[in-house]
């Protein structure tokens, strides 16, 4: 059965320091990958989302994300962060092919930025 | 703007009482879905829509029921057989084929 792992339920960092937030996945074909971003209170903004071609991929917000097929892996990065990015982040995976939309998410990873 | 929108952002019910929690959507978006949202729990697909007048249980239905009698609404009822109703419900809708999803901000129902 396909599943996503954040194996980190809440990261603190400094504004300013650099940010990777984890993300493992298990699926059994090609995968459609998604980060998404929620603020408190409110619904989920799409951060990137990968499914063919390079695999880093650029997104909003600043945000990046690498696809490691051999790990089963997609990492969400931001090279500096901003007081502005706390916020929970959502790792989600889905099928690569028409018909079937079921994502499957991730639980979640808190993200805290000290000033 | 497009978009979706939730109403009401808060409701209040006390057990026993069904409700019904609105989703709309002028994105013109075939599909469209429901998630129950706990915390560290991540998100839960309650049901979903490909098309209009079909849906599919997800993988927490029991409790809950839909329509879809229009393209762009999606309604959810909360029915008194939900044993845990309350949580944050999110609404969201894809184009047909495509699994990016963009979501709604959410109704938050709190059962006493």
């Known amino acids: 059965a396909q599943s996503v792992t954040q194996p980190d339920i809440h990261i603190t960092v400094s504004e300013g320091a650099s940010l990777e937030l984890r993300c493992n996945y298990s699926?059994?074909?090609?995968?459609?990958l998604f980060w998404y971003v929620q603020s408190p209170g409110q619904g989920l903004q799409l951060l990137l989302k990968?499914?063919?071609?390079?695999?880093l991929v650029q997104g909003i917000k600043g945000f990046e994300a690498e696809f490691k097929r051999s790990q089963s892996s997609f990492n969400l990065r931001k090279p500096s962060v901003h007081w502005s990015d706390a916020a929970e982040y959502f790792c989600?995976?889905?099928?690569?092919?028409?018909?079937?939309?079921?994502?499957?998410f991730g639980q979640g990873t808190r993200l805290t930025i000290n000033p | 703007d497009g978009g979706i929108t939730q109403s009401p952002k808060y409701l209040f019910r006390k057990e026993g009482q069904n409700v019904t929690l609105s989703c709309e959507q002028n994105?013109?978006?075939?599909?469209m879905y429901w998630y129950r949202q706990d915390p560290g729990q991540g998100l839960r697909l309650i049901y979903y829509s490909q098309i209009v007048n079909d849906f599919q249980k997800g993988d927490i239905a029991e409790g809950y029921s839909v329509s879809r009698e229009k393209k762009e609404s999606f309604p959810l009822t909360v029915t008194s057989a939900q044993k845990n109703p309350t949580a944050f419900y999110l609404c969201?809708?894809?184009?047909?084929?495509?699994?990016?999803?963009?979501f709604g901000p959410g109704t938050r129902l709190t059962v006493t």
């Open positions: 994105l013109n978006h075939d599909a």
């Open positions: 699926y059994g074909a090609t995968p459609y």
């Open positions: 969201a809708s894809s184009l047909q084929g495509s699994n990016e999803q963009y």
């Open positions: 990968y499914f063919s071609g390079d695999t």
């Open positions: 989600a995976v889905g099928p690569y092919h028409q018909g079937a939309q079921k994502l499957v």
